[in-house]
């Protein structure tokens, strides 16, 4: 069965601290992806990756920063989390898009600031 | 860049009967893919359906069914027979097939209510 685990359900951070959201996925594929999920604003797209150390930016990349050192692992960085980076944050993967296309999702993270 | 737009952003439904949810998008590409996801209370985001952009006939799985008008960019979702178990937030999702790297781009969504 296709899995992607992201490494916590919630969490609680201060406002300042430094937080990791880890994703792993164990598919092989090419591409990795964090969006956020807010009400009424649907999936917002981070930053994605379409190989190891490879990152782009997506729609609002700002306060957050990303690591791919290894092909399974995809870290989302909140180099200074602020109240206004509470959220779900939701981890993907995908093949390239010559084949399905369809990304496989992580059970979300719910990271409250504060 | 590519847009969708997901105008509804409720609708309800009686158990056993039909409901479709609106999706249109916008792109200047020919090769894409258009896909609907469910994400229940549980937050796991599932894969409803998968439409190619060059494939004239409208994907069906089950009890879903898609109506891809690809020249009016629209790209609706019909549950038949619907279930309590229908209940859930749909989120429709493009993606360019062009490109080796590219990011599904998401609608905001709507929330589907289930009736009994």
């Known amino acids: 069965d296709v899995k992607v685990t992201q490494s916590s359900r919630y969490l609680v951070k201060r406002t300042g601290e430094k937080v990791f959201l880890e994703c792993v996925q164990d598919?092989?594929?090419?591409?990795m992806f964090w969006y956020r999920q807010d009400p009424g604003l649907g999936l917002r797209l981070i930053y994605f990756?379409?190989?190891?150390?490879?990152?782009e930016k997506g729609d609002i990349p700002e306060g957050y920063s990303v690591s791919r050192e290894k092909k399974e692992r995809f870290s989302l960085i909140l180099e200074s989390a602020s109240t206004n980076q509470t959220s779900m944050y939701l981890c993907?993967?995908?093949?390239?898009?010559?084949?399905?296309?369809?990304?496989?999702f992580g059970q979300g993270t719910r990271l409250t600031v504060v | 860049a590519q847009t969708v737009t997901q105008s509804q952003p409720e609708m309800s439904v009686q158990e056993a009967e039909t409901v479709t949810l609106s999706c249109t998008y916008d792109?200047?590409?020919?090769?894409?893919?258009l896909f609907w996801y469910k994400q229940p209370p549980s937050r796991q985001m599932i894969l409803v359906i998968r439409?190619?952009?060059?494939?004239?006939q409208n994907a069906t799985e089950n009890r879903f069914s898609v109506n891809f008008q690809k020249a009016a960019k629209s790209f609706s979702l019909k549950i038949s027979d619907s279930q309590l178990g229908d209940a859930a937030m749909y989120f429709c999702?493009?993606?360019?097939?062009?490109?080796?790297?590219?990011?599904?781009?998401f609608g905001k969504g709507t929330t589907l209510s289930v009736s009994s």
């Open positions: 598919m092989d594929h090419e591409n």
């Open positions: 993907a993967s995908s093949r390239g898009t010559a084949t399905s296309g369809e990304a496989f």
């Open positions: 999702a493009y993606r360019s097939r062009n490109q080796a790297g590219t990011a599904l781009i």
């Open positions: 439409q190619e952009a060059y494939k004239q």
């Open positions: 990756s379409y190989d190891v150390k490879m990152k």
């Open positions: 792109t200047s590409e020919s090769d894409y893919y």
